[in-house]
């Protein structure tokens, strides 16, 4: 009797052995699908205000509606950003008709994306399936130092608020001219006016570009919550769009979040020609895997998984790197302050293993490789954007 109970427990065991893992590696797919997921930057409309499609699937770029639906993205923060060939006028000009063609989009596809302006407007549109979007500013020398142009963005649904682009103003300064000491660095008195009419309106206040001392200066103004749309770790690579850890630390006590960027040159160090090649090729391997593996099963995952080892031997930037500046992030902000700020479509090369946004899964599936749990995979990939603009959309005074 003995012999027999323990057989059936060693036989238990060794299945449980055969068949975890295979479990685990499917499961990463119903959690990414169950969670929110919340991207802090995308580019896209730059492609579609030089003519580019969003709608239907497509092979340029990053992102698009289908890829983000198949991607299992749920929310994500639309860049309006100016080429800084528009001067003048015609970058206002340029800014609003970027905000009516996400518009005009969002209209025409009412089954898939929604422009929200509030927390409860973003849980309804993700619980009715939608794509929620939000519309963030990327610089703000369009609006010319001019106050009642951000009340205008307001009105026209803005509620994210980058304050400059890779240039300063007269009222903040970035972080390549803080960088190369060209500026005195941080807010004017006017800088300060608007972060105070951002904080009256309930609009989130994002300091990626921020130069380090405009940085100080906003967390010293705002009295919320702010946010890294698209940075990454100064610890692991030393660019001055990348946040230190003094940075991480100060945005974890003010409540806010950092969205890790995933453009390699704020990831890796050396990124040359030649590697930059070897990520290409690797791209390339990973869309042959894809086409022989429609079904992305384990088979599958583990020649992802070989592809990544190779590319971490290498030192090239992967889903693994991505993870690292989580990892790092968590470690000196803490598990509630850290999010995804992709800059797709915004950047020219992407990480190995993660093509597009369709791939984001694959890094869900690493983050529960490292030994996060369930909620804290959760909150990275969007529960902590979500507290940060239910709080600050849900305060405004004006
Ligand atoms: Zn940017």
Known sequence: MKNSRSDIFFTCILLLLLYAPAAAQQDFMQLHREAV????????????????????????????LPR?????????????????RERGENAWRFALAEIDSLKAIAARNPDRLGLVTDAGQ??????DGLIAGIIGLEGGRCIDGRRERILTLYERGMRSFGLTWNYSSDWATCSKDESTGKVKGGLSAKGRGFVRLLDSLGVLIDVSHLGERSFWDVLETSQHPIFASHSACRALRDHHRNLTDRQLRALSENGGVVMINFYPGFLVNNLNRSRRNLVQRMHDRHAELKRQHPERGAAYLSAVDDLLKQAQKRGLPSLYTIADHIDH?????GIDHVGLGSDFDGISITPVGLRDVTDLPLLTRVLQQRGYSEAAIRNILGENFLR???????????
Do not use: C, K, Y
């Open 329 to 333: 992030a968590v470690q000196v902000a």
């Open 37 to 64: 997921v919340v991207d802090g930057h995308n580019d896209v409309l730059g492609r579609v205000m030089r003519g580019g499609d969003m709608e239907s699937w497509g092979t340029h770029g990053h992102s698009d």
């Open 122 to 127: 973003l849980r309804r549109a993700v619980g």
């Open 68 to 84: 983000f639906a198949r991607g299992g993205l749920d929310v994500q923060i639309f860049s309006i950003w100016v080429p800084s």
């Open 388 to 398: 940060i603009f239910s709080a600050v959309t849900g305060s405004a005074t004006r």
